[in-house]
């Protein structure tokens, strides 16, 4: 960035009265400085000494024009472009002034954390270059240096070193093992147990005998339904039962199931009757013709 010549401060160190070519200069500058730091993540050096008391002038100075044209003229369309420009350049000094302090915020944090040999080797290429001072304002440098203040009490609060360093004086306790002593080998006990000989600890063997099922036909359980009747399930009795119920009561059909149901059906004695496939069953006659209809049952008349 090209540096804008301006006339020698005053003796309290404030700029004399810029001239309106000057006024333009610092105008110009302002506007490439605030495209510049718009872009850039590091504070760019200010185009000229004095920098924000040159900025200032040319605010004043854009304001009396805007005053006396509004004074002499009215709301004429000269001062309507006054006004737009200073709304301009109001907005440029307030994008430069944040973007310049995120960018003396990010490089003062990130040079206060990285401070120590180790860092600077670990973050090679992060940590950012020094500022010149010389070429920005004081009052960037006061805020700054604020910032550092900042983060060192920071560190302090959350005890930062001794987050990030690595403390090898009391090493971790070990594990505790789970591993339990296989049991291989064991030698039996009086008792009738039997015991290990690497843990000496008694291990109980369970000795029952296996149940197995006994031998149970069908033609068994038919023969117990036939000598014992009144434990046969609902609806499932004997072929002479179903032949005598059915002669007793002509509305009661004989049906074999097909297809099992979820859920029972009722009778209009309030009976459930619960359909399996392969069962016979012996139920009112509605309820038959309506399960062979659906194709759950079939006749199965004698």
Not at 17 to 26: E, G, K
Not at 59 to 85: F, P
Not at 222 to 251: M, T
């Amino acid at each position: 960035m090209h540096r804008v010549r301006v006339p020698s401060m005053m003796d309290d160190g404030s700029l004399p009265r810029l001239s309106a070519n000057r006024l333009m200069a610092v105008d110009r500058a302002l506007d490439e400085l605030a495209r510049t730091q718009r872009r850039s993540s590091i504070p760019v050096e200010l185009p000229m000494p004095n920098f924000w008391d040159a900025v200032g002038q040319l605010v004043q100075h854009l304001e009396a024009e805007l005053a006396e044209t509004i004074r002499s003229e009215g709301m004429t369309a000269k001062a309507q472009l006054q006004s737009r420009k200073l709304g301009v350049v109001r907005t440029a000094v307030k994008d430069l002034t944040r973007n310049r302090l995120n960018a003396f915020t990010q490089h003062a944090v990130l040079t206060n954390l990285i401070q120590s040999p180790e860092d600077v080797k670990a973050s090679a290429g992060i940590r950012p270059d020094t500022i010149e001072w010389d070429k920005h304002d004081p009052s960037e440098r006061v805020f700054y240096t604020g910032i550092g203040h900042l983060v060192d009490k920071y560190k302090h609060e959350v005890s930062w070193k001794a987050l990030l360093s690595n403390n090898w004086d009391s090493p971790a306790p070990p594990p505790m093992s789970s591993v339990h002593t296989p049991l291989t080998e064991f030698v039996p006990d009086s008792n009738g147990g039997e015991i290990s000989e690497e843990s000496n600890a008694p291990v109980i063997i369970d000795s029952a005998p296996h149940w197995e099922d006994p031998e149970y036909d069908e033609e068994d359980r038919i023969r117990e339904i036939d000598e014992f009747p009144e434990i046969a399930p609902l609806g499932r009795g004997s072929v002479d039962d179903s032949v005598s119920q059915q002669q007793k009561d002509p509305d009661m059909r004989r049906i074999l199931i097909l297809q099992d149901l979820d859920d029972p059906i009722i009778t209009e004695g309030g009976e459930e009757i619960t359909l399996t496939t392969g069962d016979i069953e012996f139920c009112p006659s509605i309820i038959a013709d309506t399960l062979i209809a659906a194709g759950i049952a079939e006749a199965a008349d004698l």
